[in-house]
Nanobody, 117 residues
Framework: QVQLVESGGGLVQAGGSLRLSCAAS????????IGWFRQIPGEEREFVAR????????NYADSVKGRFTISRDNAEGTGYLQMNSLKPEDTAVYFC??????????WGQGTQVTVSS
C-alpha cells in the first residue's frame, strides 16, 4: 500500500520559515516525480513545485520562486519543501504527490501551513 505522509506544517509569522517533509512508503521512490501543491478552502489546488526522479530538474510556481526550495532524499524515500520568507498568502494546506509523470498517482493527506501577518 502506497502512503505519502506530510509533516512540518504549523503556524509561523510572516518572514519566517518552515520545512515540510513527505515520507513515502510502498513505492519505488526514486522512480517517481515528486510534486508539492497547496489549496485554500473553496479554491482549486495550486501547483507549488516539482522535482525530477534524480533531483536533476526542479520547477516552481512564480509565486514561490526564490523563496521555496524543493529537494528529495531517495535513500530515505522522503521529499522536502523548504519555505523561507513566508507571506500570509502562503497560508494553505500543503500536499505532496508522487507520479510517473505530471499526472500524479498518489497524494498525501496534507499539512496545514498558516502564516500570520
Amino acid at each position: 500500500q502506497v502512503q505519502l505522509v506530510e509533516s512540518g506544517g504549523g503556524l509561523v509569522q510572516a518572514g519566517g520559515s518552515l520545512r515540510l517533509s513527505c515520507a513515502a512508503s510502498g513505492l519505488a521512490f526514486n522512480t517517481y516525480i515528486i510534486g508539492w501543491f497547496r489549496q485554500i478552502p473553496g479554491e482549486e489546488r495550486e501547483f507549488v513545485a516539482r522535482i525530477s526522479r534524480s533531483a536533476t530538474f526542479t520547477n516552481y510556481a512564480d509565486s514561490v520562486k526564490g523563496r521555496f526550495t524543493i529537494s528529495r532524499d531517495n535513500a530515505e524515500g522522503t521529499g522536502y519543501l523548504q519555505m523561507n520568507s513566508l507571506k500570509p498568502e502562503d497560508t494553505a494546506v500543503y500536499f505532496c504527490a508522487a507520479g510517473r509523470s505530471s499526472d500524479y498517482e498518489y497524494w498525501g493527506q496534507g499539512t496545514q501551513v498558516t502564516v500570520s501577518s
